[in-house]
């Protein structure tokens, strides 16, 4: 890293490359913050330059994860004080055909099928490196297909990223198996890198019982049994831009104002991509239908494409709706699961009600290139989305934190954040959201 990439690594990025050396299997969760990805990166350069027919393969939960690591990578290789071997492209390094670092998304297990350790020529040192960024969100089945090339006794594998779940094989790593562990807290990361007024700031806002203070600052994993956060921001980050190709249509989810300081909230997606906002303080029933019934109007929406919470006084909104002539589709995020959605969730996966349901849906349609909603929408559904936390309870049922907390939390409640979830809903034609 010093001689051959001119970069500077801090004394944990060092032990960690050590004991890849030594141990072949590594697991890093970390705080955020402490360099994880880019030192990632200059392993990938180490060990495919030092090493004859060479594989690397790296992989993350979306492309764009997918594509920091390998723009850190490119980062590393140009700026490199000594020339490297290769032709460097977006995600792949081809040095020859059995020699190259090469980077894929986790969407198809089918895709880590067939790689193995290369150096099958005389003088060929060979080997296979895999280097799993943002493990927590790798789904257990890929890292399944994973273990069946890692046989060779000349493989090496990195785990790195946030403990946002305790359980799945990341979480698993760090309780048995022959890996070297480490856990980076944000104590532990020189004051030049992490600024110690950001420390301050999340300590204060999550508390330090909190779940998230224990992920993205201390570095480690919660509690089983414990909240965690259900959509991160390097999430938001990494779909916001992407541009989705199966997910058709003109929807509109819209949150209905309770009382107190809540707000209306329609939120209109087009084609898998957020493209309109709306909210009032009234909660006059006639004048909620009316603005919901121009906004669809604007934006050539159907009626039963518009997704209503009927919790409260939600119920005469759509009553109002239908009156007009709209079949509007109820949601009622108490009642019980619907299982519209076990093509993508798993049939076996348990819910404790509707709405842990569709939340677990709209995180893993953000993961999975479904949806995208645009950094111009940070301020409002961005910054709702991760207040939610989930749980297990003791059965193993999935449970979303209530409006309650989040508005004793934050002195609001995610209305934003809701109506975009309740754009997901399609219970009345059960009917796929998303072209598989």
Known sequence: ????????????????????????????????????????????LWFVQTRRNAVVVTTAPTWHQVGLLFREVRTAFSGSKKKLSGEMLSQ???????????GLSTDREERFQGYHAGGSQPGDDGGLFVVVDEASGVADPIYDAMRGYLTSPNSYMLLIGNGNKAQGAFHESHQRGNWRRFSISAYDVPEHIM???????????????????????????????????????WLLESSSSQTPEESPGRYIGLDVARGGGDQSVAVVTVDGVVEEVESWDSRDLMET?????????????????ICVDVSGIGAGVVDRLREAGLMVEGVDFGGKAEHDYDWMLGSDSKFLNRKAELHWAARMSLINGHQSIPSKFRRNIWR??????????????M?????????????????????WILSLSRTSKRQRLFVV
């Open 195 to 233: 600024d110690r007024a950001w420390i301050e700031e999340q300590k204060e806002h999550w508390g330090e019982e909190s779940a998230q203070y224990v992920v993205r600052v201390l570095g480690k994993f919660p509690e089983k049994g414990g909240d965690f956060q259900l959509i991160p921001q």
């Open 92 to 102: 792949r390094l081809e040095i020859a055909p059995n020699w190259y670092a090469t």
């Open 1 to 44: 890293m010093r001689e051959v990439l001119g970069w500077n690594p801090w004394k944990k990025q060092i032990e960690i490359g050590e004991a890849l050396v030594e141990d072949q299997r590594v697991s890093v969760v970390s705080c955020n913050g402490a360099g994880k990805t880019a030192a990632a990166a200059r392993l990938v």
């Open 384 to 397: 709702q989305l991760q207040w939610t936390n989930y749980e297990y309870n003791e059965r193993g049922v």
């Open 289 to 305: 239908a009316e603005r919901t019934r121009d906004l669809a109007k604007r934006h050539g929406v159907p009626g039963d494409h």
């Open 399 to 419: 449970k979303m934190e209530s409006k309650d907390k989040l508005r004793a939390r934050f002195g609001a409640s995610p209305d934003h954040a809701d109506a």
